[in-house]
């Protein structure tokens, strides 16, 4: 099967991983580009922008480079994970492509076409309130609003999104870490590696070897059992796809994880990598021959009125480690009247 990525992402895939030619010819644009990075913090760090105080203290799962690195389970997983411990979570995103001006609250019935994909996947799994708008501090006011019984966000990336105070930032990375090192445009990176944060997380199925920095966790994603996306009823454990004729296909962040996530399953796939947040107006499967067509949770939620009945999507748990929970917890009760 064709890789559907745009070249040109491709393209910068590849020379983020090296310090080439490229590279080095995009640094000045990257020192520009860092430049007023550090003075809109420093902005920030100095009070003459402001932050703003939601009212409750606020978690911040994103990441310093582009791409996907496994926030949304992440933060799923987060959720449950406060909510075990007490807390009553809500969620806010930016909502990548969502079409919303005002803050709009994302409900298991919600369309990803209008409130984006990753908010709604987030919404039909924890059944936490969630709000969308780009901007957050609204979105975060909207949502306390409508249920004042909500003592914690947790921000689906966000970052770099400085105006809102946060008790608790979380960077996640996967194995490409900080790829070559640069800034924008020249390499991955929306600011230095160095960027103080109270805890990582590392996305790294290949290699389990953490880097040596402070409060650094390994992230886990598993899978479970795949379930047909015309009846969510119907499960299948993925042993059971062995030896048919699977085409594998995600458009995700990273699609090479998903698709090696079923080949340790023992499932040999033919892939298709589709751009990151595909819409799938149509389907793309119409003219492939395959026994079953296996996709993740985030492609399923943007399936519109087109139906294959060959589809089954396979879910992932985020497994966060409980030290680092313990570390979020203790943050949160030391910051809160609990």
């Given amino acids: 099967m064709s890789d559907f990525k745009p070249p040109i992402e491709n393209f910068l895939a590849r ?18 580009f860092g430049a007023i990075a550090a003075t809109r913090r420093a902005f920030f760090d100095m009070g003459w922008l402001k932050r703003v105080e939601p009212g409750v203290p606020v978690v911040v799962v994103g990441n310093v480079t582009v791409g996907g690195t496994g ?4 933060v799923i997983a987060l959720v449950e994970a406060l909510r075990a411990a007490g807390f009553q979570p809500g969620v806010v995103s930016r909502g990548y492509g969502a079409k919303v001006a005002q803050p709009t609250s994302v409900t ?9 994909d990753e908010p709604l996947l987030i919404a039909r799994r924890t059944h936490a309130p969630v709000f969308v708008c780009p901007d957050r501090v609204a979105a975060a006011r909207a949502l306390l609003n409508a249920h004042p019984n909500v003592d914690v966000l947790v921000s689906d990336d966000g970052l770099q999104h400085y105006r809102l105070a946060r008790a608790f930032e979380l960077v996640v990375f996967d194995a490409r870490l900080g790829g070559n ?27 389990r070897t953490l880097p040596p920095w402070p409060n650094t966790f390994a992230l886990d994603l598993e899978p479970g059992d795949a379930w047909l996306l015309d009846d969510p009823h119907q499960r299948r454990p993925l042993s059971q796809f062995v030896g048919e004729k699977v085409v594998a296909a995600a458009g995700i962040g990273s699609p090479e994880r998903f698709f090696a996530t079923l080949r340790a399953a023992g499932i040999m796939p033919t892939t298709r990598a589709f751009p990151d947040h595909y819409a799938y107006r149509e389907n793309p499967f119409a003219s492939v021959e395959a026994d079953a067509i296996l996709i993740t949770e985030k492609d399923a939620v943007k399936f519109g009125a087109w139906r294959d009945a060959r589809i089954w999507v ?7 480690s409980p030290r680092l929970i313990a570390l979020v917890v203790e943050k949160l009760r030391g910051r809160t009247s609990a």
């Fill in 15 to 32: 020379e983020w991983r090296r310090r080439g030619a490229v590279a080095w010819a995009l640094t000045p644009f990257a020192c520009v």
């Fill in 71 to 74: 926030k949304t389970p992440t």
């Fill in 108 to 116: 298991p019935t919600s369309i990803a076409a209008q409130v984006g």
């Fill in 181 to 207: 090192g640069f800034l924008l445009p020249a390499g991955p990176l929306r600011e230095p590696m160095s960027r103080h944060r109270d805890a990582t997380l590392i996305n790294s199925p290949y290699d």
């Fill in 314 to 320: 396979v879910p992932v748990q985020a497994v966060l």
